[in-house]
DNA sequence: GGCGCGGGTGCAGACGATTGCGGAAGACTG
DNA sequence: CAGTCTTCCGCAATCGTCTGCACCCGCGCC
C-alpha cells in the first residue's frame, strides 16, 4: 500500500499522485480531474501516506517534545491533554519528557529530542538565570514555554497571570477583614515564584498595607514538605497572621499540616488560599481556596503557538496570559476577631 | 553528519561503517580493527545515526503507542512515567494517546498509531467483551495490557492482583468488628471492577460473612458521582452497614459525600475502604484507607513485557500481577457499638 | 602449483515519498 | 499559420540507512 499502488489505480506517475494528494486545493500545479482521480483511488484503497518516508525526504517528523518537569504533577496532566489535543489538530504529535527538574537530565533529554528530529519544543522547564532555555544550538528549533516564561519576555510562553492572581486573592483576603496577611513564596528562580512574590507586594500595596521582612518566606521547591517548613517559619516570626498566601497549591497543603502542628484551625484561627486549583483540593478539608486559571486551555494555547511558529517561522513572539479567578472555598474564612484588622472595635482577643 | 561521513573519516564504505556501528560484538561480519576504525570516527565526529531514515529501511520505528483513557485520572501519571522510563532504557519512546473510555475514538487512535508505525501496544483500555482488544488487524502487533487484564489470558498483562487486594481490605474491617459491610463495585465490564467484586464476594466467605443482594452495588463507571450515586443506594437498601469498601478511590471520594448527605461520620458511623492509593488521598478529610500497589512499577513492568515481545516474538504471554497492601488511615475504625457485629452484645442502639 | 574455501568489503538497490527540471501538449496572439 | 506562453505531468534524483550479492584475497590442502 504505497503511493505508487494508488498512482498504478489512478493511471498517473507516484509524482503526480503526491502532488495531487498534497495540493492546497486551487494552486494550479495539478488538473482538477487528475486529482479527483487520484483521490478517488486513494480512497478506494485506504492509502495512507508513510510518514517515515516523509519525514526523510522533507525532513520534518511532524513530532513535537513537550518537555515538563514531573508527570505526576497534578498540574501538568490537563495541560499535556491540551498540548496533545491541539496538536492532533495540527496533524503533530507530542513526544514527552519528565526531567524531575534535574538540569543534567534535561540537557540530556533535549539532546534525544533533536536526534529524533522533533520540529519544535514546548518546554514548561524553564528557570530564570539560564538563559539558554534550550540549550546551545538550539536556536534553530522553535521554542514555545508554557507555564513558566522568560524573563526577559524573549520567547513566546503562555502562563496564568500569576500577579493579577495573587492580587485577587489579597483583594479577597482583604474583604474578609484581614489586614496580617503572609506570604509562602514560590522558588525566585522560576517566572512563577518570582511574579506571585511580585503580585503579593502590589496587591498588598493596593490594598494600603504594608509588607515587612517578616511577612514573606521563600520556599526552595514547590513541595509540601516545604510548604511546611516555610509556614512553620512565618508563624513563628509573625504569630499573629490571620491569612496565609500560598504561590501554589502543595505550599498550600504544607500550611495546613503548620497550622494543625500549631494548634490552629482553618480558616476559624488562619485562612489559606493557594494557587492553580489542582485536581481535588476541593476535597480536602477544608476545600481549598485557590486561585484558578485554566489549564487545558494553558496546554492548547501554548500548541497553538508552537504550530504558529511551525507554519510561520518568523512569525513575532507573543506572550499569552491567561486570566485568574478565584475560586472561594472553605479554607478562606472573616478574619478572627483580636486580629489587628481595622475592621471592627475590639471584641474578644484569642488566649495565646 | 552522516553514516557517510563516517566511512569517509574511516576510509571505508558506507556500508561497512553501517555493519561495524550496529554489530552485536564478535559476531565476525567485520574485522576487529574495522570496528575499532569506525567507532573511533564515529565518536569523533559525534555521529547519531539518523532514526528516520533507520526506519524507513528496517520498518521499525523503536516507537511504543501507550493508549489509556484519560492521563487525568492520577492514577495514570505514575504508570506512564514507569513505562516511559524503561522503554526510555531500551532505546524506545512513547506515543500517548486518551481515549476518555470512549470506543470510537479509541479505534481512530489506534490506526493513528498503525499509521505511525509503532512496533508495539500498550493498552490500558480493554473492557470484557470486546474480544479484539486491538481491533481487527492488530495481531501482527505485539500487544501488552496495562492494570486491566484479558478475560481469559490470552493476552500479556500486568495488573495488581484485585482479589487479593480486598480480600486485605475485607479482612481489615472484619478485625475491626465490621460485620455489615457493603461494596460500591466498578463496572463490570472490566476486570477490575469484576476482579474487586470478586475479590470481595471471596473475602466475605473466608470471614465466614454472607453477601446479600442488597450489599453490593455496581457503578457504571469510576467517577465521584457515581460513587455518590452507589453509597446513597447502599445506605438506602442496608441502613445498618458499618462499612463500605469501594472498588476504587474515586468511588471511595462519592462514599464520603453519600455519608456526609446521610448525616454519618465516617469513621465513627461508617468506615471506607478504597483502591489504588491514589495521589492525594492522604490528605483527604479524613485520610483514606486504600489498597496500595506500586504504580510506577507496573508502568515499568509492562514496558519490560512489551520489550520482551519485541525481542522475541513468539515468547510465551506472561500475565504479571502485583502484590497489594492495605495502607490503613483514618477512614478506618472500629464496628460502631449496636451494628449487628459478633464481637460484642447489645450496647447502644443508634438512634436511627 | 592449482583449486577451494571462507572471512571481510564494496556495490548497488531498496525503503516510500517529495520536488526541481524539462517536455509535451493545448491555448492564444499577431 | 507560426510562434509563444501556460498548464499539467513524467523523469529521475534525493533523503540516510540497511542488506543481498558478488568479489577479492589469503590461506590451506591435495
Redesign the interface.
Given at each position: 500500500m504505497t503511493l505508487a499502488d494508488v498512482a498504478r489505480l489512478a493511471g498517473v506517475h507516484p509524482a503526480t499522485a503526491s502532488r495531487a494528494l498534497n495540493q492546497v486545493d486551487g494552486s494550479g500545479l495539478v488538473s482538477p480531474a487528475t486529482v479527483a482521480r487520484v483521490t478517488a483511488a486513494a480512497n478506494r484503497l485506504g492509502y495512507?501516506p508513510?510518514?517515515?518516508?516523509r519525514?526523510?525526504r522533507t525532513r520534518r517528523?511532524h513530532t513535537v517534545g513537550v518537555v515538563i518537569p514531573d508527570?505526576?504533577n497534578?498540574l501538568?496532566?490537563?495541560v499535556?491533554?491540551g498540548i496533545?489535543d491541539r496538536l492532533a489538530e495540527g496533524g503533530y504529535?507530542?513526544?514527552?519528557?519528565?526531567t524531575d527538574d534535574d538540569p543534567a537530565r534535561e540537557r540530556q533529554l533535549l539532546e534525544r529530542m533533536r536526534?529524533?528530529?522533533v520540529d519544535g519544543l514546548v518546554l514548561a522547564t524553564v528557570r530564570r538565570g539560564t538563559p539558554e532555555p534550550a540549550g546551545p544550538g538550539e536556536e534553530d528549533l522553535p521554542v514555545v514555554l508554557v507555564n513558566r516564561v522568560a524573563e526577559d519576555r524573549a520567547l513566546p510562553a503562555v502562563a496564568a497571570d500569576d500577579v493579577s492572581g495573587i492580587r485577587l486573592a489579597v483583594a479577597h483576603l482583604v474583604s474578609l477583614g484581614h489586614r496580617r496577611i503572609g506570604h509562602v513564596a514560590g522558588p525566585q528562580d522560576l517566572s512563577t515564584g518570582a511574579g506571585r512574590l511580585r503580585g503579593f507586594r502590589l496587591g498588598m500595596a493596593e490594598q494600603g498595607l504594608e509588607v515587612g521582612p517578616t511577612d514573606v518566606v521563600v520556599a526552595e521547591r514547590y513541595q509540601v514538605a516545604e510548604g511546611l517548613r516555610c509556614a512553620r517559619q512565618l508563624l513563628a516570626q509573625r504569630p499573629r497572621v490571620t491569612a496565609i498566601v500560598a504561590a501554589n497549591d502543595m505550599l498550600a497543603?504544607g500550611c495546613?499540616r503548620a497550622l494543625a502542628e500549631a494548634g490552629l484551625a482553618c480558616p476559624q484561627d488562619c485562612s489559606v488560599v493557594g494557587f492553580n486549583d489542582m485536581?481535588?483540593v476541593d476535597?480536602?478539608?477544608p476545600p481549598l481556596t485557590s486561585v484558578r486559571f485554566d489549564h487545558y486551555a494553558m496546554g492548547r494555547e501554548a500548541a497553538q503557538l508552537i504550530l504558529e511558529r511551525l507554519a510561520t517561522p518568523g512569525c513575532p513572539t507573543k506572550v499569552v496570559y491567561l486570566p485568574p479567578e478565584l475560586v472561594v472555598r472553605a479554607s478562606t474564612g472573616p478574619a478572627p476577631r483580636g486580629g489587628l484588622g481595622a475592621g471592627g472595635g475590639g471584641g474578644r482577643r484569642r488566649a495565646d
Open positions: 495512507r508513510n510518514p517515515v518516508a519525514s526523510l517528523s508527570l505526576a497534578p501538568f496532566p490537563p499535556i491533554r496533545e504529535v507530542a513526544l514527552l519528557a519528565n536526534e529524533r528530529h497543603l495546613y485536581p481535588f476535597q480536602l478539608s
